[in-house]
């Protein structure tokens, strides 16, 4: 049974004033108060409606979200105050109906929907036409076949402003088309494209955009997609001159929309198909604002609303994200000068409840037991998100290397540590002479470039990327032990390094005075990999190896600990992935892999964590290097945290016991 909800709303604006003006109509909702940053706009807009509602509770943000009797806020606030609003109100304990975009790109609304999942609240955005009966009649018609096979859509949402001042054409608020209006025909096109494969959505597999660019912000734009099943989709948005319009084409005829977007009277859907007269159904007498506050009612008992998931919202963002891209439209907020902030606005802290630690001689830290590789991050919203969550969560490593993304990924990193201001919390570990350039020479350029580029005098951790066997090993150890006098760097290792070069590395240091190889970063996981997926790479998944690690007790820090996607889509039949395949199929491994699953599912976690957690409990120090891409991906992977595998069980992943 769906409970009554009790509505404020934060942001008593025009869009704001449809929602308190719809949802009498709406089955579960009553509006009971309004917040604002302006007291006195909030009581005018109480004065305004308790006609409709009876008397409003009218305060700042801060007393409305304090206040028990609100269950749920509708945020009708500017794009970039989305998520600081969200994130207080969810920690409030309120539900989030939130205006679209949920966010001003994907790194922020991220952190939203963990924030969410983390809150054990719902959070809706609010595209209100997903929720009227109009789009679900169309989604069913094209998942019934009604236009034969789908082929392409086309769909637009712009308007002509009537004055180029204010939000709309504001940089410093995320103004344009795109992110105000240009979400609605990409999230349609989306929604018709999954209809036509039985799914909800589908996202394309190739955006190409074009459009107008204007005071910093999109006056008018376009994008066509294309999507895995060969059919297309051309969007427009714009500020500065109207296009409204859906029509859907397929193999056996098409649709057409006279309202898609607004929906008010006269909501008609034309269906032409090949052969037969063309007929119109009305669908009428709705009231979407109202709609959508009862689609967060019912997600309150579901999780989720179906109109409008959390993977829907994330996945609409990241096509207006690479819309943007290709228009070279970045916010003030966004670029790499801006002292960004967390995305929830508040302070920085480094949670120490989840996550595990470890020592590294040498190193007068605590090193947290999984490490951030700083590899997959293109923008410094998206790093700033990434980079958040893992210290909230309890991590201190950061790794990175001189030649990721041509330098890009130091110098975000290094944007992250200067404005949070959490050098000396954190443990950076930095990487230099790749092949071609792996001699003494170029890791010393490469060394001062890197801490250049990262903005810090020293890094904790440094390792050679690659070993050139050409160079007597004892040239690298001098190199590596002036760099660590001098303070450059603190306790260094090599990253796929045999262990032979690597014993001769420690001998000849040990012989002439040195400072020795600490630790080693060679791939390791519980997949035993049969090549490894670059030139040059090493790894330590052979029997020999763990002996030698469990002996030595080297520190080591493995990446693709999770084999790279194999506990996750490996399948016997499927050999499409031919580094997948090169390195990984085997019987042994699908074994391995069969046994991850049935462990998985006894401890209620993903086999991507029981990997990981193979790793953590090695008989020799593992602090394994992680390269999620989302947040979601992080939180995948740091649920290896608490999983405590037995000896046996260990043994029984690693195919030397019948049973866990």
Known sequence: MTDPIRWAVLGPGNIARRFATQLPASTYGTLVAVGSSDPTRAQTFAEEFASTHGELR?????????????????????????????????????????????????????????????????????????????????????????????????????????????????????????????????????????????????????????????????????????????????????????????????????????????????????????????????????????????????????????????????????????????????????????????????????????????????LAKDVSRVVMGCDNQLTLPHAAAMFDHFAQAGGTAFDTGFIYGGGRMETLLGRWLATRGVREDVVVIAKGAHTPHCDPESLSSQLQTSLDRLGIDGADIYMMHRDNTDIPVGEFVDVLDEHARAGRIGVFGGSNWSIERFEEANAYAEANGRQGFSVLSNHFGLAEAYDVPWAGCRHATDPESKEWLARTGTPLLPWSSQARGFFVRADPADRSDAELVRCYYSDENFERLRRARALADELGVHPTAIALAFVLHQPFPTFPLIGPRTIAETRSSLAALTVDLTPRQVDYLDLRADTP
């Open 58 to 362: 009218a305060g700042t943000y801060e007393e409305i979200l304090a206040d028990p009797d609100v269950d749920a806020v509708y945020i009708a606030t500017v794009h970039t105050t989305h998520a600081e609003l969200t994130i207080a109100a969810l920690t409030a304990g309120k539900h989030v109906l939130c205006e679209k975009p949920l966010a001003p790109n994907h790194a922020q609304a991220m952190a939203m929907v963990d924030a969410a999942r983390a809150a054990g609240k719902v959070l809706l955005e609010a595209y209100m036409y997903r929720f009227h009966p109009q789009t679900a009649r169309v989604l069913e018609l094209v998942a019934g076949g009604a236009i034969g096979e789908l082929r392409h859509v086309d769909a637009a949402f712009a308007f002509a402003a009537g004055s180029t001042k204010g939000r709309l054409f504001d940089p410093d608020l995320a103004g344009g088309g795109i992110l105000d209006v240009g979400g609605y025909p990409v999230s349609y096109a989306r929604a018709i494209a999954g209809a036509a494969s039985g799914a909800a959505f589908a996202d394309p597999v190739e955006v190409r955009a074009s459009g107008t660019v204007e005071g910093g912000v999109d006056t008018w734009a376009v994008a066509d997609l294309t999507f895995a099943d060969g059919s297309t989709a051309n969007v427009r948005t714009g500020v500065r001159l109207a296009d409204v319009g859906v029509t859907i084409h397929g193999s056996g005829g098409s649709i057409r929309l006279k309202h898609p977007w607004t929906m008010a009277e006269g909501n008609e859907i034309t269906l032409a198909a090949v052969g037969t007269e063309p007929t119109i159904e009305t669908l009428d007498g709705h009231r979407p604002y109202a709609l959508e506050a009862d689609a967060l009612a019912e997600a309150v008992d579901a999780g989720e609303a179906p109109g409008m998931s959390h993977a829907d919202t994330l996945g609409n963002l990241r096509v207006l994200d690479e819309w943007r891209r290709q228009l070279d439209l970045m916010y003030p907020f966004e670029r790499d000068e801006a002292q960004i902030p967390t995305v929830s606005g508040q302070p920085l802290t480094f949670g120490r409840e989840q996550m595990r630690y470890g020592r590294i001689a040498g």
